[in-house]
């Protein structure tokens, strides 16, 4: 399939059973997918078992994708935060993660480090927050969705996406003392 397919065309062929259009639309979101659910779990593991489970529904709930209510992305991401929070209600133990820090190849050694204390700072801030301001920040700040697409994703009204998303932006702007969320 040519890149000029949309998502909502990929399933319409994917609900007729097309594995191809299927392994098209999983290259162009597959990432995404891993990182929403690495930034509500906080384990990169666990984040690859939601991402293929999320998935695995596209693939088994096609037929019922409806393009007129939302997006595809907006969809898969409800479905990934479904999935994520679902598993970390019922998560017995946190497993110890290592924490990767993969340089960019870009800027000095120095700006590598600053770069890299940075993330682990925002990192340590976003694990800090609610489940669900977390997900409103790694939905809009991260993923770049709308508000419009992430209070869809999160199954809220557009006022109470921007109400938690500003408490969510608070939060974090009092966790990491008061520096520019």
Known sequence: MQEEVSDEMLMAAIASGDQR???????????GTIRLSERILLSQSEADDVAQEAFFRVWQHAPRFDP??????????????????????????????????????????????????????IQAAMAQLPDRQRAAIALFHLEGLSGREAALAMQLSEKGFESLLIRARKALKEIVGGAPA
């Open 21 to 31: 259009a299927f392994r098209t639309l999983m290259g162009r979101h597959m990432k």
């Open 68 to 121: 007129a209510r939302a997006r595809f992305k907006t969809w898969l991401y409800r479905i990934v935060l479904n999935l994520a929070l679902d598993r970390k209600r019922t998560r017995v133990f946190e497993p110890i993660e290592t924490v990767h820090n993969r340089p960019s190849g870009d800027g000095s050694a120095l700006d590598q480090v600053i770069d890299a204390e940075e993330r682990r700072r």
